[in-house]
């Protein structure tokens, strides 16, 4: 059976039947605001679905039919959400066993319960992830190694499809990033994006073997009010140290931030300079982002902040 694909705009009678309230209930909530709406040429009430989606999160309301709203992934688990500690090792089963659409329903569902991305990629994903790298560094098997890069590429289809629940807001700032050359890992700075966006920012994630060169360059054309790096392997930490060193002096003349996260982070010795920051979770990007006053307009900009925190 085919689902249907996700979808952008939800019609009062469908986000009712999405949730089990009825149609009568969901244009209240609309035309008292609770609910975040547009309306047709027509007079039609629309729903986006990031603002449906926040709405779920911030009133705990159970998501009954995800098929009504094209999420077939959350579908697949059958309505069970495991609870409790375990949702790494229910998360590590599936990407093992190749199960994407379970993968992908267990993360969204983690989010559409209230969890903040920060938290979901700190967790089940960071611990499945591991396990699943240090099975392919003991073993070295074939085996191994095709179960790690088929979790991976899941795994990326989780964040990408976790990306489209957020909330997009024209006017964000910009927040400009990658992973630098020698370093080919693309997962970890898709994680920053999705933490970034989660944070009300415009993510723009350039991926991995991103030139510093080119970083900077990004930033200036979108007019960046933030760039994040993200290191997971170090080709030559000399030579990338140097070259930080000199984006860093770059971007102080601006007062643009960079962030650095990632595995290798802390392994760069930078010095403690007001516009450079180092942590090594999405936890710590997110607190980070959380304390920096960005440039754009502020009040906007911290509206969709609270909006779209875990």
């Known amino acids: 059976?085919?689902?249907?694909?996700?979808?952008?705009?939800?019609?009062?009678?469908?986000?009712a039947q999405a949730i089990g309230v009825s149609e009568s209930s969901i244009k209240r909530?609309?035309?008292?605001?609770?609910?975040?709406?547009?309306?047709?040429?027509?007079?039609?009430r629309r729903i986006e679905m990031g603002d449906a989606v926040r709405f779920l999160r911030d009133s705990k309301t159970p998501l009954l039919h995800p098929d009504v709203l094209g999420l077939s992934d959350v579908s697949a688990l059958g309505g069970d959400l495991p609870i409790g500690d375990d949702l790494g090792?229910?998360?590590?089963?599936?990407?093992?066993?190749?199960?994407?659409?379970?993968?992908?329903?267990?993360?969204?569902?983690?989010?559409?319960?209230?969890?903040?991305?920060?938290?979901?990629?700190d967790g089940p994903v960071q611990m499945a992830m591991s396990r699943l790298g240090q099975i392919w560094f003991e073993?070295?098997?074939?085996?191994?190694?095709?179960?790690?890069?088929?979790?991976t590429d899941i795994a990326i289809q989780a964040l990408t499809h976790l990306r489209l629940l957020i909330p997009n807001r024209?006017?964000?700032?910009?927040?400009?990033?990658?992973?630098p050359?020698?370093?080919?890992?693309?997962l970890p700075s898709l994680a920053a994006a999705a933490v970034l966006e989660s944070r009300g920012l415009n993510a723009v994630n350039l991926g991995p073997e991103t030139p510093l060169e080119s970083l900077q360059?990004?930033?200036?054309?979108?007019?960046?009010?933030?760039?994040?790096?993200?290191?997971t392997?170090?080709?030559?930490?000399?030579?990338?140290?140097?070259?930080?060193?000199?984006?860093?002096?770059a971007l102080e003349d601006r007062g643009l931030p960079l962030v650095i996260g990632g595995q290798k982070a802390d392994r760069l010795g930078l010095p403690d300079v007001p516009h450079l920051h180092v942590g090594t979770s999405m936890g710590e990007l997110e607190a980070l982002v959380k304390g920096l006053r960005l440039s754009a307009a502020e009040s906007d900009s911290d509206n969709e902040v609270q909006a779209g925190a875990g």
């Open 217 to 231: 360059l990004a930033a200036e054309s979108m007019n960046a009010s933030l760039l994040w790096l993200s290191v």
């Open 1 to 15: 059976v085919e689902h249907p694909a996700m979808k952008d705009v939800l019609s009062p009678k469908e986000f």
């Open 139 to 151: 073993t070295q098997e074939e085996v191994g190694i095709f179960q790690e890069h088929r979790a």
């Open 89 to 121: 090792e229910t998360l590590f089963d599936f990407l093992r066993a190749g199960k994407a659409k379970h993968a992908r329903g267990l993360i969204q569902s983690l989010y559409l319960n209230g969890r903040s991305i920060a938290q979901i990629i």
């Open 170 to 179: 024209e006017g964000a700032p910009v927040a400009v990033g990658g992973a």
């Open 29 to 44: 909530w609309v035309d008292s605001g609770v609910i975040p709406a547009s309306k047709t040429a027509g007079g039609h």
């Open 181 to 186: 050359s020698g370093d080919p890992y693309l």
């Open 233 to 249: 392997a170090i080709e030559d930490r000399e030579a990338l140290q140097a070259n930080l060193l000199e984006l860093v002096e």
